[in-house]
């Protein structure tokens, strides 16, 4: 018997890079998986189907994690489907550098939207959908955090805010049985951070 058989996960964000891996691993691992994505639905058809054609189970559900009527969506197409809930991987996010002068208050909001409402809001969907065992709540956070790397402000600030997130949220539910716990990557080479040019910019700078 696989270590997650029976169990239900919902991995925002996961139709590329980081929550796509950790969507097809937690397959793996036995567990049915719901691939939430914003806007690439081809991307998301994609891992839906690896999972599929290597016996897993799994399916597709849009939703903008900012939004409070898309993450009900979400969590009610899941418990729809599957029937209940035991883990969410908060991954969906966004990264945007700029120095000072040049940061908008759409900049600032976008990045805190995303990655801190959207955390928040889908945290408080699973807590309610958990049942009476509890469940799994992995936040993904980033290095960026401590490291503070320059025009970063904005987006280390959000992953700071999830930090911080994750250990209140650990105390205030761990009396039901809930796990909270954060993983903090460094730098990972990812769809996204080949479009951002970052993978590059970090190369240059450790040449």
């Known amino acids: 018997m696989k270590k997650l058989e029976g169990k239900i996960a919902v991995v925002t964000g996961a139709s590329k890079g980081i929550g796509a891996s950790i969507a097809k691993q937690?397959?793996?691992?036995?567990?049915?998986?719901?691939?939430?994505?914003?806007?690439?639905?081809?991307?998301?058809?994609?891992?839906?189907?690896?999972?599929?054609?290597?016996?897993g189970k799994a399916i597709a559900v849009q939703a903008n994690v900012a939004k409070k009527a898309e993450i009900e969506h979400l969590f009610a197409e899941t418990q729809?489907?599957?029937g209940k809930l035991d883990i969410l991987v908060n991954n969906a996010g966004i990264y945007e550098f700029s120095p000072l002068e040049t940061i908008t208050e759409e900049h600032f909001h976008k990045q805190f939207d995303l990655n801190v409402l959207g955390l928040?809001?889908?945290?408080?969907?699973a807590a309610k959908h958990f049942?009476?065992?509890?469940?799994?709540?992995?936040?993904?956070?980033?290095?960026?955090?401590?490291?503070?790397?320059?025009?970063?402000?904005?987006?280390?600030?959000?992953?700071?805010?999830?930090?911080?997130?994750?250990?209140?949220?650990?105390?205030?539910?761990?009396?039901?049985?809930i796990r909270v716990n954060s993983i903090n990557p460094g730098m990972v080479?990812?769809?996204?951070?080949?479009?951002?040019?970052?993978?590059e910019s970090e190369g240059r700078q450790q040449t």
Not at 120 to 125: D, E, G, V, Y
Not at 166 to 174: F, M, P, Q
Not at 189 to 199: Q, R
């Open 120 to 125: 928040i809001l889908a945290s408080q969907q």
């Open 80 to 82: 729809r489907t599957f």
């Open 26 to 55: 937690l397959a793996a691992e036995g567990a049915a998986v719901v691939v939430n994505y914003a806007s690439s639905k081809e991307g998301a058809d994609r891992v839906v189907d690896e999972i599929i054609s290597s016996g």
């Open 189 to 199: 080479e990812t769809e996204g951070t080949h479009t951002a040019g970052i993978m």
């Open 131 to 177: 049942g009476a065992e509890g469940g799994s709540i992995i936040n993904i956070s980033s290095i960026v955090s401590t490291l503070t790397p320059p025009n970063g402000s904005v987006y280390s600030a959000t992953k700071a805010a999830v930090d911080a997130i994750t250990k209140s949220l650990a105390k205030e539910l761990g009396s039901r049985h």
